[in-house]
């Protein structure tokens, strides 16, 4: 299981961090991601990480937003930076271990 957390209400221009805690050790997983949607829109992967720590954004992301991981605390997070209105969205994790398993979502509003 993934449990998504750290959204809320920003102001254009601020930062937010988003986590993401897996059940499990995350070290043997494939791959995991952030994704969000806005509404009306379909869901769109944002930031991926690898098992090697490679990493790859959006276009629209890029430059502002950072995904990372810790290991030792199962935790997957999203830095974001320069937030703006169009940010807005229901933010999820993603985890492929063999298996895909999604994390409840996570509004995060940025006010202009």
């Known amino acids: 299981q993934l449990q998504a957390s750290g959204g809320g209400l920003v102001q254009a221009g601020g930062s937010l961090r988003l986590s993401c805690v897996a059940s499990?050790?995350?070290?043997?997983?494939?791959?995991m991601g952030w994704y969000r949607q806005a509404p009306g829109k379909e869901r769109e992967l944002i930031a991926g990480?690898?098992?090697?720590?490679?990493?790859n954004y959006a276009d629209s992301v890029k430059g502002r937003f950072t995904i990372s991981r810790d290991i030792a605390k199962n935790t997957l997070y999203l830095q974001m930076n320069s937030l703006k209105p169009e940010d807005t969205a229901v933010y999820y994790c993603r985890a492929d271990s063999g298996w895909i398993v999604w994390g409840r979502g996570t509004q995060v509003t940025v006010s202009s």
């Open positions: 990480i690898s098992a090697g720590r490679s990493t």
């Open positions: 499990r050790n995350i070290f043997g997983f494939r791959a």
